[in-house]
């Protein structure tokens, strides 16, 4: 092969339609030995290290994870002993609570039957004094009526000695009725 048959033959065509030069797979093989050698030198520690980094932190993830859990089941179980105090303190409560209850019952009713005899006893002693009272005016409404009709009616008919003596008997059996 000449220099000018190779000048004029198409570079893009190879020697083999799926396989590169000989030359680029030397080059190729060599470069990528040093490629994945430098990775495995420089990068291989780094990926080492935060892989036992991430195993480390998932680690400690789970061991909190867990004793989060045996705080929980703790905390539970301290407060299922807690909610039977609760039940206990309940039923006490509620018992004082009764028992306070039942004594402002006790003390109202006896409060407002004191009251009531209190208002009866003044009830009465008013009725009592109203109707004195209305006795006494009942009595001098009777007198002055009886007066002005008797200084009417009993002058033609009566003399004064008479007349007074009426007067008195009514005024008399008036305040023995009472």
Same mark, same amino acid.
């Given at each position: 092969?000449?220099?000018?048959?190779?000048?004029? =033959?198409?570079?893009?065509?190879?020697?083999?339609?799926?396989?590169?030069?000989?030359?680029?797979?030397?080059?190729?093989? !060599?470069?990528?030995? !040093?490629?994945?050698?430098?990775?495995?030198k420089?990068?291989?520690?780094m990926? %080492?290290?935060?892989?036992? +980094?991430?195993?480390? @932190? !998932? /680690? %400690?993830?789970?061991?909190?994870? +867990?004793?989060?859990?045996?705080?929980? /089941?703790s905390?539970?179980?301290?407060?299922r002993? =807690?909610?039977?105090?609760?039940?206990?303190?309940?039923?006490?409560?509620?018992?004082?609570?009764?028992? /306070?209850?039942?004594?402002?019952? @006790?003390?109202?009713?006896? @409060?407002?039957?004191?009251? !009531?005899?209190?208002?009866? +006893?003044k009830?009465?002693?008013?009725?009592?004094a109203?109707? +004195?009272?209305?006795?006494?005016?009942?009595?001098?409404e009777?007198? @002055?009526?009886?007066?002005?009709?008797?200084?009417?009616?009993?002058?033609?008919?009566?003399?004064?000695?008479? /007349?007074?003596?009426?007067?008195?008997?009514?005024?008399?059996?008036?305040?023995?009725?009472?």
């Open positions: 092969m000449s220099l000018l048959s190779l000048l004029a =033959a198409d570079p893009s065509e190879t020697h083999h339609w799926l396989l590169p030069e000989t030359a680029e797979i030397i080059y190729g093989g !060599i470069a990528s030995v !040093i490629v994945i050698g430098g990775l495995v420089f990068a291989g520690p990926v %080492k290290k935060s892989m036992a +980094a991430r195993t480390e @932190r !998932i /680690q %400690k993830e789970l061991d909190a994870s +867990a004793n989060d859990l045996a705080s929980a /089941q905390d539970a179980a301290g407060i002993t =807690a909610l039977g105090d609760i039940d206990a303190e309940r039923a006490r409560l509620l018992a004082d609570a009764n028992v /306070q209850a039942e004594a402002l019952l @006790r003390d109202g009713r006896a @409060r407002l039957t004191a009251e !009531i005899a209190e208002l009866e +006893a009830a009465e002693a008013d009725i009592a109203a109707a +004195a009272r209305g006795g006494d005016e009942l009595r001098t009777i007198g @002055r009526v009886s007066s002005s009709a008797l200084d009417k009616v009993l002058p033609s008919v009566l003399d004064e000695a008479t /007349q007074q003596s009426l007067v008195e008997n009514f005024i008399s059996k008036v305040g023995a009725s009472r």
